[in-house]
């Protein structure tokens, strides 16, 4: 596909009663435009317009702005083109075992037919629940689907979260990135799902989907829709139906960003578990945006290993079955607010997936609002903070726009600002040692407490317990140094509690030195 202009659509235009949009990541706005304070006190640089204190200027730190998202194709593929010398001797290694994973394939495949065959027997009552020992049967069709996936070469599939009660999520919405998806549920959940009355007369597959008894949409007819949503409210106010599943963005992305929902699973009003699902790759990327299906399974077949991660997301109920309208309801399902594309964070701020999905994890336990934001109060709650000067400093080192409260993408590049100077790893091994001052190897929780004082003064006996806790991970009473740095590391925030310990003249010496090598 040619590489479009800056003046061509970046789609071409597709039938479609309700058209998309790309989900901008991160609704934030620019922040300040100034070049922030410069540690070295040289004039070119502008403070932020408001008069708090940085507190990470004795790191280097300066004052950041969170850029506007580009605009990005989400269903590009990657890795349309085999490159590299690699990826043509790992085909060439990998083509006797793609052979046997194609034959594994193709006999879980008919096996699943078969034993979906023998459940559909007979069975006419459909809009009804299957009967239990029919449900039965259909393990050996989700037992062959797990047999599946392991020859497409997900030999372990990582999960985050566990899926709701049936009885507590009647649905689960899911983003849709390859054919893949599918399959895992159908695996894992066994659900009803949606789906395009064309799908009933694919091979094999169709037969399969009847015993899940699915919902056909036809999605550019007005009534075929209105009956899905109808039939989706009748499955999920039922508990002896399996739960339903939806795609709601309707086709496939490259899972780097999510498009539009359509607003099929929030009509209904009722409680929803949103799940997301990743492919983390080096050299292939799975999506099937743009891609022929033959030349996607080759390439799954021909690597040794492909990983795929799913996060069950918190539940989102609606806020008044009555009230709350269905795109207000999607709007809060929609887990584009914590998203960022994992790919140019790690080139730009040298951050991994998994640093970036535990910042993630800690920012959805301040719990932000449907919004996606965080305000003050619950902000120092997570962080173990005592309300204090230095607590609103760091706040406002985060918020931006100074809206009183932060976005995930201000809490993500703000915390990465920080761990990210030189200084940082230099500064969490000598704040170590300046706590552990009595020349011990590990941290007591009142030689913390005395460190911590020297920032927060008033800091008393319990909120020092509550910031021990944090950092005494393995609960033994004590805080060794990896225990420490690890906690900075995935805390990089909390490095300014030791500010005072750390302004002294080996630092300062050592940040000059450090400075003058940089230049």
């Known amino acids: ?61 300066d004052w950041f702005d969170v850029p506007r998202q580009s605009t990005a194709n989400p269903f590009r593929n990657h890795t349309l083109m085999i490159s590299g010398v690699y990826e043509w001797l790992k085909i060439l290694v990998c083509l006797p075992i793609a052979a046997l994973r194609l034959a594994l394939f193709g006999i879980c495949l008919a096996i699943g037919y078969l034993a979906t065959k023998l459940a559909l027997q007979g069975w006419k009552d459909k809009q009804n629940p299957m009967p239990k020992w029919r449900c039965r049967i259909m393990w050996i069709t989700r037992f062959c689907a797990r047999c599946i996936l392991f020859s497409f070469g997900y030999h372990w599939i990582r999960r985050k979260g566990k899926p709701a009660p049936r009885e507590i999520a009647p649905i689960v919405v899911s983003n849709h990135v390859s054919y893949i998806e599918p399959i895992f549920y159908f695996y894992e959940l066994f659900p009803t799902i949606v789906a395009a009355e064309s799908h009933d007369s694919l091979p094999f597959v169709g037969t399969i989907i009847r015993a899940m008894q699915v919902i056909y949409v036809n999605r550019f007819s007005p009534s075929s ?19 339903v599943l939806l795609f709601p963005e309707g086709t496939t992305t490259n899972g780097r960003f999510l498009i539009s929902f359509q607003l099929g699973a929030f009509i209904p009003g009722y409680p929803i578990q949103p799940v997301i699902v990743r492919y983390p790759h080096v050299h292939f990327d799975q999506s099937w945006g743009l891609i022929s299906l033959t030349k996607l399974m080759f390439r799954m077949f021909t690597q040794f290993h492909n990983f795929m991660e799913v996060e069950y997301l918190p539940l989102v109920s609606p806020l008044d079955h009555e009230k709350e309208s269905a795109a207000h309801f999607a709007e809060r399902a929609d887990p584009s607010a914590y998203m960022v594309e994992m790919a140019r964070m790690e080139l730009l701020h040298h951050i991994s997936s998994f640093e970036a999905v535990e910042l993630l994890e800690k920012f959805l336990s301040m719990d932000p609002d449907p919004s996606g934001r965080v305000k003050y109060h619950d902000f120092v709650k997570v962080l173990r903070l005592k309300t204090c000067t230095l607590s609103e400093e760091i706040f406002s080192f985060i918020d931006v726009e100074k809206s009183g409260s932060i976005t995930f993408k201000q809490f993500l590049f703000g915390s990465t600002n920080v761990m990210n100077q030189p200084l940082f790893r230099q500064a969490c091994e000598l704040a170590f040692t300046k706590c552990a001052a009595r020349g011990n190897d590990c941290i007591s929780e009142q030689e913390l407490g005395e460190s911590i004082r020297l920032a927060i003064p008033e800091l008393n006996q319990d909120e020092g317990h509550e910031l021990f806790v944090l950092f005494d991970t393995n609960s033994d009473g004590k ?29 300062l010496e050592g940040s000059n030195r450090l400075r ?3 230049m």
């Open 225 to 243: 829709r209105k009956l899905a949503v109808n039939e989706i409210k009748r499955k999920a106010s039922c508990d002896r139906f399996p739960r």
């Open 479 to 507: 805080i060794s140094k990896d225990e420490f740095l690890t906690c900075l590391r995935k805390n990089p925030l909390l490095i300014a509690l030791f500010s005072p310990c750390l302004l002294q003249k080996d630092l």
């Open 1 to 61: 596909m040619a590489d479009h202009d800056l003046e061509s659509p970046l789609l071409s235009s597709q039938p479609s009663d309700h058209p998309h949009f790309v989900v901008d990541i991160g609704e934030d706005n620019e922040g300040p435009s100034g070049n922030g304070i410069d540690c070295s006190n040289n004039d070119d640089g502008d403070a932020r317009s408001d008069s708090s204190r940085n507190p990470y200027a004795f790191l280097g730190s």
């Open 516 to 518: 003058e090598e940089i």
